[in-house]
């Protein structure tokens, strides 16, 4: 199975080390400049699976972040 670009990043922000993304120009120059991310892509991203990923996972935080930008 092929992870969804969603999950994907899920997991690579749980499985960085000493990442702790608790604002949202964090987030978003975490994504830009350092993943080179393409924001267009991010910004039509599934939120429902980070907040998945915030009830299971570690970085808790950085997940309701995220759904927060995302969430329309």
Do not use: S, W
Request: glycine content about 2%; aromatic content about 12%.
């Amino acid at each position: 199975m092929i992870a969804t670009p969603e999950k994907a990043l899920c997991d690579l922000i749980i499985h960085t080390p000493n990442l702790n993304l608790r604002f949202k120009k964090e987030i978003l120059t975490y994504l830009e400049e350092f993943l080179r991310f393409d924001m267009d892509a991010f910004y039509q991203m599934d939120y429902r699976i980070f907040e998945q990923c915030a009830e299971v996972g570690k970085k808790k935080a950085t997940f309701k972040k995220i759904v927060k930008i995302l969430k329309p």
